[in-house]
């Protein structure tokens, strides 16, 4: 049985995909983990269509959730077609909705190749995207993006986008092995940027 949805503290998740862009060393996809803290097995067996993914989150009830978050085990943008189509569905066939959140890597607009930034309008009320660094080089340490440097400009542009478009922007680092220094640069970055810092704690093994 694929897991297309889960709960976790009071939210429900979508995993869409499993692809990703980057080989981030903090990722539990790694030491052969096929899930984590919040479910089993987020290995897809295939990527469900949205036909799939619409049956499954419409089989929940929306009014236990305070939260609908587009995350799992891969960077969920690859799918943002489906992903809005999808919002768009529930929006329509659920009373009260709780608020949708997207979980990324912020490099939507690198891989897909256009700026994908007004279609969140209107449709998701939070996004999270990972920062991860408070220079290039240690982004693409942490990370690993396909793109190398190049990732770190557009996942920084891709939040300056947002805010035009998505009421809550929130740019998340993992505290483990960061210094107070690196914490204050990226803090600094999301000043300028006029978005949130949220500080995870790291998950281990």
């Known amino acids: 049985m694929m897991t297309i949805s889960y709960e976790y503290e009071g939210a429900l998740y979508v995993n869409l995909t499993n692809r990703c862009d980057c080989n981030c060393v903090f990722c539990l996809r790694h030491n052969g983990h096929k899930g984590s803290i ?7 067996e295939h990527e469900p269509s949205r036909e799939e993914a619409l049956a499954d989150l419409l089989a929940r009830d929306f009014s236990q959730y305070r939260e609908l978050v587009f995350c799992g085990f891969g960077e969920p943008m690859y799918r943002t077609d ?8 529930l929006k329509e066939r659920v009373p009260n909705l ?12 690198l891989f897909l190749g256009r700026d994908v930034t007004p279609e ?3 449709r998701i009320d939070t996004i999270s995207i ?11 340490a942490v990370t690993q993006p396909r793109e190398g440097t190049k990732a770190w400009d557009a996942m920084l542009d ?6 035009d478009y998505v009421p ?8 483990k092995d960061k210094t107070p220094e690196e914490i204050a640069r990226c803090r600094a970055i999301t000043e300028e940027l006029g978005v949130t810092l ?3 704690a790291y998950i281990p093994d």
Request: aromatic letters at 8%; a neutral charge.
């Open 38 to 44: 919040y479910a089993d097995d987020l290995w897809l």
């Open 82 to 89: 489906d992903l809005l189509w999808l919002v768009d569905q």
């Open 168 to 175: 809550h922007v929130v740019m998340t680092i993992v505290d």
């Open 98 to 109: 709780p608020p949708v959140r997207i979980n990324t890597n912020g490099h939507a607009n």
């Open 120 to 122: 969140l309008k209107g």
């Open 130 to 140: 990972s920062l991860n660094g408070s220079t290039p080089e240690e982004y693409c």
């Open 158 to 163: 891709f939040a300056r986008k947002c805010r």
């Open 198 to 200: 949220r500080i995870r």
